[in-house]
């Protein structure tokens, strides 16, 4: 499966008023620096110790705001 990894504080400015709010992320413990990644159905993973954990989502039109905000293509 093709991920796009960034930070927390990337994947904050990414999402739209209709998606997860700031306040979910603190709730799932996305901070700043933590480490996310997106898949192309717009599932949220956050990186924890024991491994990937899905948070949330993404709808719409995310796909070219993930490439645009990372400058990153799937992987």
Not at 9 to 14: F, G, K, P, V, W
């Amino acid at each position: 499966m093709a991920f796009i990894e960034m930070t927390g504080a990337t994947l904050d400015r990414i999402i739209e008023d209709d998606e997860l709010h700031h306040l979910n992320l603190v709730e799932a413990g996305v901070k700043d620096r933590t480490i996310v990644r997106i898949n192309r159905q717009g599932d949220i993973e956050v990186r924890r110790p024991e491994g990937w954990d899905v948070v949330g989502g993404l709808i719409g039109d995310f796909e070219d705001r993930v490439r645009h905000e990372t400058g990153l293509d799937w992987a």
